[in-house]
């Protein structure tokens, strides 16, 4: 068994390494470095800074996708699952029709239960009645698919997409403010992740028996049988050979943390993945089940989302200044305020001895005050008391939005910066100033990580957006993803 292990072993890794060599994965690592500056594009516009460096956001991406890639190898290998039943050459095309509809169904949940639910009505329906039909080019490969082996791979993705979103999730999130329903300014965090996953995949080939070479398996291998037809005198045998998948993560946290809200989604997705994977398996032996396996690829997924949704509305917003203080949405790491002693989450009620009622109340005190501020509030019901030192070498206020737009609120913009620059961004309260913003349209990104809500005319301060149909709506430039590349 040890010496079997040390096989698969080096199979692994050195289809793995293949992987690396492939022009493609180097284009994916591209388009995910432009993603990442994109989102940082956002921060530097609505914040004066950068608040999560590309750099870390790509490399951080990059190597827990590598570890993900090797643990989801490992796992198809054990399952001994095939692509060349899986149908990729018709889920893709539905794919894409998807994501004509929405970007967030650009997800081989959908795609893949659909193209099995076709397969299924043309084996017992269709096929039947116009066995010509069934016989068709374009149709007889597609009756070829093996459902069960799809299921397998599509709760395999997602369950990688889970363990990814956990980890990291709620790493590099973005501050931002948006209008809820009945004009409440809230603030909130964009959740936005892109992983590239290289894998192992496997290729089933009937060979004559001659032929056969490489690594004889146990005899209970593979758990998912091919379909495959096999002539006389042949026998199957599996190919490694390298691939890559993309998978995507964007979510928004308003009434939870973004640890919170990633390791929620997480828990679901995960719950959703494995019973996926049973379902598939189950099928195998029982293909009864088939159809329980099909519906609940797609409408699982759904229901992972409908919930999460649910979830984050039902709750009152975290992060919005009222009459007991200003919350601390975030406070920057190696900045002023860190260095003071504040932290995300701390409550500021007084600064310099004045109370404090706003985002902006808190912004222009600090601003007005000199080298040395004393800043007081709560910390988990405790009494918090600290001195902040603004005296920051070389520290430079961006360019200020609001007074290259012309409006009444250009002299209250750049407070926004300067707080950011001291590493603090305050919840934003009924006081935070607004500005007229492009024409939205559902499915159009008006601020970092937030959808425009149809037919609206978006007003943001910072980085402000109008609603976008749910509270928690997925982010159109990066959708869920769990396709193959």
């Known amino acids: ?12 890794l050195t289809t793995l390494l293949r992987v690396l060599q492939i022009p493609l994965f180097w284009l994916v690592i591209l388009l995910v470095y432009l993603q990442y500056r994109r989102v940082a594009g956002m921060e530097q516009k609505f914040f004066g800074r950068i608040i999560n460096p590309v750099g870390r956001q790509v490399a951080i991406s990059t190597g827990l996708g590598i570890l993900a890639g090797i643990l ?4 198809m290998l054990l399952l001994g699952l095939s692509l060349s039943q899986i149908g990729l050459l018709y889920i893709w095309p539905v ?11 650009l997800c081989f949940s959908y795609a893949g239960g659909i193209v099995a639910l076709a397969v299924l009505a043309l084996r017992h329906l269709v096929g039947p009645l116009f066995p010509a039909f069934a016989e068709m080019r ?15 791979l599509i709760g395999l993705l997602h369950l990688i997409e889970a363990l990814l979103i956990y980890l990291s999730g709620h790493r ?11 004009g409440e300014v809230v603030g909130a965090f964009s959740l936005q992740k892109f992983w590239p996953i290289p894998l192992v995949a496997l290729l089933a080939m009937a060979i004559p028996e001659a032929e056969v070479q490489g ?12 379909t495959l037809e096999l002539g006389p005198g042949e026998t199957l045998q599996y190919m490694a050979l390298p691939v890559l998948a993309a998978l995507g993560y964007s979510d928004m946290a308003f009434s939870s943390s973004p640890r919170q809200k990633s390791a929620g989604t997480a828990r679901f997705l995960s719950i959703y993945s494995v019973a996926l994977i049973l379902l598939a398996l189950l099928a195998e032996f029982c293909p009864s089940l088939t159809l329980a396996g099909v519906l609940f690829a797609p409408l699982g997924h759904e229901a992972v989302i409908n919930r999460g949704n649910r979830l984050e509305s039902s709750r009152e917003s975290l992060y919005r200044a009222g009459a007991a203080g200003v919350p601390l949405m975030m406070v920057l790491p190696g900045s002023a305020a860190e260095s003071a002693g504040l932290r995300s989450g701390d409550l500021v009620q007084r600064v310099n001895g004045a109370p404090v009622s706003s985002d902006l109340d808190l912004l222009r005190k600090i601003d007005e005050s000199y080298f040395m501020v004393l800043i007081e509030g709560l910390r ?10 603004k005296r920051r070498p070389g520290r430079q206020d961006a360019a200020d939005p609001f007074a290259q737009a012309g409006l009444p609120a250009a002299t209250a913009a750049p407070l926004w910066h300067r707080g950011a620059a001291l590493g603090l961004i305050p919840a934003p309260s009924s006081q935070t100033p607004s500005m007229p913003g ?15 809500a149809a037919g609206a005319r978006e007003r943001f301060s910072p980085a402000l957006c109008k609603k976008a149909g749910e509270p928690s709506c997925y982010q159109p430039l990066s959708p869920p993803l769990s396709v193959f590349l």
Not at 172 to 182: D, E, I, N, T, V
């Open 138 to 152: 374009l149709v007889a490969p597609l009756l070829e698919i093996h459902i069960p082996a799809l299921l397998a």
């Open 1 to 12: 068994m040890s010496a079997l292990l040390l096989e698969l072993g080096k199979i692994l």
């Open 172 to 182: 590099g999130s973005s501050p931002l403010y948006f209008k809820r329903a009945g």
């Open 95 to 105: 794919a894409l029709l998807l994501l004509l509809i929405h970007p967030r169904f």
């Open 380 to 389: 988990g019901g405790s009494g918090l008391s600290v001195v902040l030192n």
């Open 438 to 452: 492009k024409e939205g349209r559902r499915g159009t990104a008006c601020c970092a990580g937030c959808e425009g």
């Open 215 to 226: 690594v004889s398996m146990p005899e209970w291998w593979p758990l998912l049988k091919s």
């Open 72 to 75: 989801a190898s490992a796992f």
